[in-house]
């Protein structure tokens, strides 16, 4: 689970920024809480701001630095991404941090990048469950706290090796490297902690933009009951959809061509064969059983059964016909695309970069309080201009977030917790009337802009 985000010295944010999902002062909706031995955390969190505000950039800081953690910045572009409002900036480090809560223990992750020089410059990893434990740190050289990591003389040595060998590369964090075609290191009470972490990163967080749908799509759970489920939650919001089925294409996909389709089935078997390989060294449970590929066109199920790659497209069937994916509306492909947030089973953290894009209004109050329903760890993190949510009927104060542009074009993030809000204020209102900020200045009716300028 997310406990705090921090970012610095990022496209629009220049000081250190932080996003939270713990708690506040409010005591209201008790249910909207996670509770843990360890630590009480929010279920969900609404980010709110004006156009070109910076709310789109906290995700990209997310996605960027999950991206890093997963695959390093060797063939990743990201010299302009530092804040450019003072040209010192160019620079100084970006810096990401997490702090995480994995199984039983509280986690502090981050690193620091020359944006300029494409170069990780330092990264640490911190035990906070009860006190501040320095697991590692990196920067001109690494150290290792031994004790806590308790190897045996066999595995200290190798991680002796691996750390000499990563200060050659400053394109990898540590992380990254100790978790890639490695034998897992562990602790002699059988702990693997940096597995923990880096699977934390690859399979919990789910960063998902405007035009993506839900990596796992429901692929890991039975076939029918995915596809009931989805069904029955489609019809509920009114899209006339009654069944939704799968229809073999006999191996082929139909809208793409056939030297696209090799590449394409080449990515997605290697990707199953580096799972299932990943599962067996790093003894952990297999996360993938499929595969989900959207084309302009259609919507297909892969998997990989009997040594070979079966393809199958998503067909919707209304009262009067059938209908490729392509034909429905684009508030039911938005549905269709974030449905397994609400079907997921597992503890994961998802990241949605407007959530209403081409929803109802009461489509999406409903999709955040059947979210909120949910029995789980789970959380949702979004942004949204959907000011219906702004309901302390719904949500609590702690789970209200804005963002706005200062003079010098720098963002601020900031809680509503941070205003003295009466329980039975119209948050609504407050908002759109400028109250908190976020909301874009118009001076002028755009119409104006139309007018033929007078002949005197």
Request: aromatic share 12%; net charge negative.
């Amino acid at each position: 689970m997310l406990i705090n985000f921090r970012v610095e010295n990022f496209l629009s944010f220049d000081q250190l920024t932080t996003f939270s999902m713990t708690l506040g002062k409010t005591k209201i909706h008790q249910s909207n809480i996670i509770n843990t031995n360890e630590i009480d955390l929010l279920k969900f969190s609404g980010v709110y701001g004006a156009n070109a505000s910076g709310k789109t950039n906290i995700v990209a800081a997310i996605g960027l630095s999950q991206a890093i953690i997963l695959d390093g910045i060797k063939n990743r572009q990201v010299v302009h991404a530092y804040n450019r409002n003072d040209e010192s900036n160019a620079f100084k480090n970006t810096n990401f941090e997490y702090e995480i809560k994995v199984g039983n223990k509280l986690f502090s992750y981050g690193f620091g990048i020359s944006m300029t020089e494409n170069r990780i410059d330092k990264e640490w990893l911190y035990d906070v469950t009860d006190e501040e434990i320095m697991i590692y740190t990196r920067d001109k050289n690494i150290e290792f706290n031994k004790q806590y990591l308790n190897l045996s003389t066999t595995d200290q040595e190798r991680l002796d090796i691996y750390g000499e060998d990563i200060l050659e590369n400053d394109t990898q964090l540590f992380l990254t490297e100790i978790n890639k075609r490695k034998k897992a290191l562990v602790s002699i009470t059988d702990e693997t902690v940096f597995n923990d972490i880096y699977n934390w990163f690859r399979y919990s967080l789910e960063v998902i933009s405007p035009e993506d749908m839900v990596t796992d799509f429901g692929l890991s759970y039975p076939e029918g009951k995915y596809m009931k489920k989805l069904a029955e939650f489609l019809e509920l919001n009114d899209t006339g959809i009654k069944e939704v089925v799968l229809e073999s294409t006999q191996g082929k996909f139909k809208d793409i061509p056939i030297e696209v389709e090799t590449k394409i089935k080449e990515q997605i078997l290697n990707n199953f064969l580096k799972s299932k390989r990943d599962s067996k060294e790093k003894k952990i449970k297999e996360r993938k059983y499929g595969a989900l590929l959207r084309t302009p066109q259609n919507l297909y199920n892969i998997i990989f059964k009997d040594e070979e790659l079966q393809i199958n497209e998503f067909k919707f069937i209304h009262e009067h016909g059938k209908y490729d994916f392509s034909e429905e509306s684009d508030g039911t492909i938005r549905l269709i695309e974030l449905f397994s947030i609400l079907f997921n089973k597992e503890e994961k953290v998802f990241v949605v970069d407007e959530l209403d894009r081409s929803l109802h209004p009461l489509l999406t109050y409903n999709f955040v309080q059947s979210f909120l329903a949910k029995q789980d760890n789970s959380q949702l993190i979004v942004t949204t201009h959907e000011d219906r949510l702004l309901d302390l009927n719904l949500l609590r104060r702690d789970q209200i977030w804005f963002v706005e542009k200062d003079s010098d074009g720098n963002s601020r993030l900031y809680s509503l917790e941070e205003y003295k809000t009466r329980f039975d204020k119209n948050i609504m209102n407050a908002y759109l009337d400028g109250r908190y900020g976020g909301v874009p200045e118009v001076r002028d009716l755009f119409v104006d802009l139309l007018k033929d300028e007078e002949v005197s």
